[in-house]
């Protein structure tokens, strides 16, 4: 069996993305399952055309299954649409507003409530909080939502708008999130703290810090094989 994951960067961007495909590829040979990997960065112009070309390529090379990571919960219904129709099972991480045949959602409102809140407890009531936001995917959409709600809830001061461009790394890598980090600190005088939207993994807390391991040490190591068309 032969399993396609279209990954939303190019290997190497992000390594918590990385750490999906390795997982994958790691789970599935458990189970004698071949994964292939192609690349259809998002910050990439032409990335849903590119997302599209892999998967009508999966179905005409025979793939069993299709991985694709939401980025744009609307897209690419028809794609997903004609790879189930010829018998090809269609599994999402994050969950579409078109049928797949599985889903892997993140509790993304959830994890950034839980962040407001231990950041209540480091912080006084009222204390000012800037918010990097994430580069506006279905999952970074949500955890924003999650930390501007748990902020209010828990009786800290937003003193940002995430959604604004200035404020907003829509290159989901390091550097972008030390530039708007910048930007914030340029901006307000006064921070007490800041949340930057970050959903995949768990929260790091001085409690919890020497119990981390990196996932390279958590699964073997080796290189992921690259989709390649017939």
Same mark, same amino acid.
């Given at each position: 069996m032969q399993v396609l994951y279209v990954s939303p960067m190019e290997y190497g961007a992000n390594s918590s993305v990385d750490a999906m495909s390795h997982s994958l590829d790691h789970t599935l040979e458990q189970a004698g399952i071949e994964l292939r990997v192609g690349y259809a960065d998002f910050r990439v112009k032409g990335w849903l055309h590119r997302t599209e070309e892999f998967m009508r390529e999966g179905v005409a090379a025979g793939a069993n299954a299709i991985v694709l990571y939401t980025i744009d919960p609307a897209q690419p219904?028809? !794609?997903?649409?004609?790879?189930?129709?010829?018998?090809?099972?269609? /599994?999402?991480?994050?969950?579409?507003?078109?049928?797949?045949?599985?889903?892997?959602?993140?509790?993304?409102?959830? =994890?950034?409530?839980?962040?407001?809140?231990?950041?209540?407890?480091? *912080?006084?009531?009222? !204390?000012?909080?800037?918010?990097?936001?994430?580069?506006? @995917?279905?999952?970074?959409?949500? *955890?924003?939502?999650?930390?501007?709600?748990? *902020?209010?809830?828990f009786g800290l001061t937003r003193v940002n708008d995430p959604q604004d461009p200035r404020y907003k790394n829509v @290159?989901?890598?390091?550097?972008?999130?030390?530039?708007? @980090?910048?930007? *914030?600190?340029?901006?307000?005088?006064?921070?007490?703290?800041?949340?930057?939207?970050?959903? /995949?993994?768990?929260? /790091? @807390?001085?409690?919890?810090? =020497?119990?981390?391991?990196?996932?390279e040490q958590r699964i073997p190591y080796r290189p992921l094989r690259i989709w390649q068309a017939a």
């Open positions: 219904a028809a !794609a997903v649409a004609h790879a189930r129709e010829h018998g090809v099972s269609v /599994i999402s991480l994050e969950r579409p507003r078109f049928d797949v045949d599985a889903s892997v959602v993140y509790p993304n409102f959830n =994890h950034g409530v839980y962040m407001a809140e231990y950041l209540s407890h480091l *912080l006084p009531p009222g !204390a000012r909080v800037g918010i990097v936001g994430g580069p506006g @995917t279905a999952d970074d959409d949500e *955890l924003v939502l999650g930390i501007v709600h748990g *902020l209010a809830v @290159t989901d890598v390091r550097s972008g999130g030390k530039e708007k @980090t910048a930007c *914030l600190l340029a901006d307000f005088a006064k921070l007490d703290g800041l949340c930057i939207a970050s959903p /995949i993994g768990r929260m /790091i @807390t001085p409690e919890r810090v =020497h119990s981390w391991v990196p996932w």
